[in-house]
């Protein structure tokens, strides 16, 4: 179960493979058992990310590029 404080949505900047210059301001969410990230940006676009497949997390300095497959 997630923690009440995680549920309410928050504001962040979201980026598209290959594009990792410009962000589009989106809206984030958390399900409430946990399981997907979801997120809407301006045009009201929905997409979801399945949390188990989540990598990195690093931010400003020590963010990296993601090596291809």
């Not at 962000?23 to 940006?41: A, C, E, H, I, N």
Request: hydrophobic share 35%; aromatic share 10%.
């Amino acid at each position: 179960m997630v923690q009440a404080y995680l549920i309410p949505s928050a504001s962040g900047s979201g980026h598209n493979h290959g594009d990792s210059c410009n962000g589009t301001p989106v809206t984030l969410r958390v399900d409430v058992k946990g399981f997907f990230l979801y997120w809407v940006d301006q045009n009201h676009e929905m997409d979801m990310l399945d949390i188990a497949t989540i990598r990195d997390v690093r931010t400003g300095q020590y963010a990296k590029k993601p090596r291809p497959y």
